[in-house]
């Protein structure tokens, strides 16, 4: 289980407010050891310390694809997958939901 | 190489980039190819595939190729009315991706030679693309990446509703350096 992330190791980071932070590690960090439902799950919700306080989740895990970017849009917080979904992600419970293949 | 590419030693390495691998296929609707299965390569794709560096060629059903879309949740992105080709690279091959600031590195591309000249609002309309693309990246395809290319479906919710142009997809994810010289489209 992931506990800490240095956000120093990540893409990239989106402020949420001042104590929290989004964030995306490259589906090819070590961290994840290449195995497909570690992956699939490459964003973090942290503190500013570092200290992981959800990992992403979403029903597509299953298949291996790494996210490659987070962004904001309309207001709300958004992935988009390598599969060429963009999933909306709950900020409070890190669930992403698929809402359309952009490719 | 297998049987299909050994059916013919005319077949050569070409920068796919360059190859009308797809603009000169048959649909081949009454072809038995069917899922998975290796077939024979028609002498009229062996010409146009002089100097291509793929192998492992096959054709699969566009319902087999937008069935894991499909389970996602997802819309089929092939035309469910032709073929799709899988192939692996033998040597780095170069593709361009059109896209927003949101998703630079993805699956799917297309050749340079597919958009050249086009401008953002016909590549939008050529791809089937659900908002206008902003930027175009090259994109740096591995030796030994498991790819497929097929006819973009219809997608009439995007305001194509007819089939697009020819998409490649690849099969196996590539390191996000591997998009590069992402500038703006005109």
Not at chain 1, 53 to 59: A, D, H, Q
Not at chain 2, 106 to 132: N, W
């Amino acid at each position: 289980m992931i506990r800490h992330i240095d956000a120093g190791i990540a893409n990239k980071i989106l402020n949420i407010d001042n104590n929290y932070q989004l964030a995306l590690l490259d589906g090819f960090n070590d961290l994840f050891k290449k195995e497909p439902l570690e992956v699939s799950r490459n964003i973090f919700l942290i503190k500013t310390d570092g200290q992981v306080i959800w990992r992403i989740y979403s029903k597509n895990d299953k298949f291996g694809d790494s996210f490659t970017n987070i962004y904001e849009k309309d207001g709300k917080f958004k992935a988009y997958r390598w599969d060429g979904g963009q999933y909306d992600i709950d900020i409070e419970t890190g669930l992403a939901t698929p809402e359309i293949l952009i490719r | 190489m297998n049987q299909v590419a050994s059916q013919s030693t005319q077949v050569e390495a070409t920068v796919v980039k360059n190859s009308t691998l797809t603009s000169k296929m048959p649909s081949n609707p009454g072809s038995q190819a069917g899922s998975g299965v290796t077939k024979p390569v028609s002498p009229e794709i062996i010409n146009e595939l002089s100097g291509t560096q793929i192998t492992n060629v096959k054709a699969i059903s566009a319902a087999d190729a937008n069935k894991s879309f499909i389970e996602r949740g997802w819309n089929a992105p092939y035309d469910s009315s032709t073929q799709v080709r899988q192939f692996t690279t033998v040597k780095e091959v170069e593709f361009v991706r059109g896209h927003t600031e949101s998703n630079v590195a993805g699956q799917f591309m297309v050749r340079a030679d597919e958009i050249k000249g086009m401008t953002a609002q016909q590549i939008l309309q050529h791809l089937a693309l659900p908002s206008i693309p902003t930027h175009i990246s090259d994109v740096k395809v591995p030796a030994g990446t498991k790819m497929q290319v097929g006819t973009i479906a219809p997608q009439p919710l995007f305001g194509a509703p007819n089939k697009g142009g020819t998409q490649y997809q690849l099969l196996q994810q590539i390191p996000l350096n591997n998009f590069y010289n992402t500038r703006p489209l005109k």
